[in-house]
């Protein structure tokens, strides 16, 4: 929901603790998700997650989350799905060449990483382009399993 969207970027900073604070706990009970096996689990996570970071975010779900580096702002909500900044098209307003009626994403992307006080490196950090093959799995489960090296 746009409404939604455009609040969690007004409150980036605190969002983006919460969101570190369950990645911390998840980092706690890696060894136990371990145990009880990734690919069981994905599923399940993925529902979950879809379910918060679609109602906060608008996520779309791709498996292969940019959130921390955006400023909370989902970048598969750009009609381009860029991932890497914006399109030339941004128009005077900040609104997007595509929808005019939609604030870029990257505007959006920008005001909640100045919110959180996130470094500019962070947001300039190159994103590896999209798997398509992860949309629809936990972003949440593979970030946890790339940080223990499951992954690499
Ligand atoms: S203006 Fe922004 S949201 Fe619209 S297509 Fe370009 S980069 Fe994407």
Redesign the pocket.
């Known amino acids: 929901m746009k409404s939604v969207r455009l609040w969690s970027i007004r409150n980036a900073r605190w969002l983006k603790k919460v969101y570190d604070g369950l990645e911390w706990i998840l980092s706690l009970l890696e060894p136990i998700l371990r145990r009880i096996g990734y690919d069981r689990l994905d599923k399940p996570f993925a529902a979950i997650e879809g379910v918060i970071k679609g109602f906060f975010f608008d996520s779309q779900s791709c498996g292969q989350c940019t959130l921390g580096e955006t400023g909370m702002a989902c970048p598969m909500n750009?009609?381009?799905t860029?991932r890497n900044g914006?399109?030339g098209?941004?128009r005077q307003n900040g609104g997007?060449?595509?929808?005019p009626d939609m604030t870029?994403?990257?505007v959006n992307a920008w005001e909640g990483s100045q919110q959180i006080g996130t470094p500019e490196e962070t947001i300039k950090m190159i994103q590896p382009p999209v798997d398509n093959r992860l949309k629809g799995r936990s972003a949440w489960l593979r970030a946890l399993r790339l940080r223990a090296g499951g992954l690499l």
């Open positions: 750009c009609p381009k860029l914006p399109c098209g941004v997007c060449e595509i929808k870029c994403v990257w």
